[in-house]
């Protein structure tokens, strides 16, 4: 893995990978499917790219509460999606 996550100086590059772990487990069971199909959905979401940006602290939030997040944005942009 090439990518670190930094964080004024610390590497918490673990803390990040077992947060989208539990992530993705609270989603493969929250959704009935494997951990592999979670982790892409997950990866692929607008929540995703907000927790690599570690400076806004979203890494430091609890995976559950990160779970609601994912499906807070993804209805908004459903919304977003049905009124084009």
Do not use: C, P
Request: proline residues 0%.
């Amino acid at each position: 893995m090439k990518d670190k996550y930094i964080f004024k100086g610390q590497d918490i590059t673990t803390d990040v990978l077992f947060k989208i772990e539990h992530i993705a487990s609270i989603l493969a069971e929250k959704e009935h499917v494997g951990f592999d199909d979670a982790y892409e959905m997950f990866v692929s979401s607008e929540t995703y790219s907000t927790l690599k940006r570690v400076n806004n602290l979203f890494w430091a939030e609890s995976a559950e509460f990160i779970v609601d997040e994912y499906y807070r944005t993804g209805i908004r942009s459903r919304l977003e999606l049905q009124k084009l």
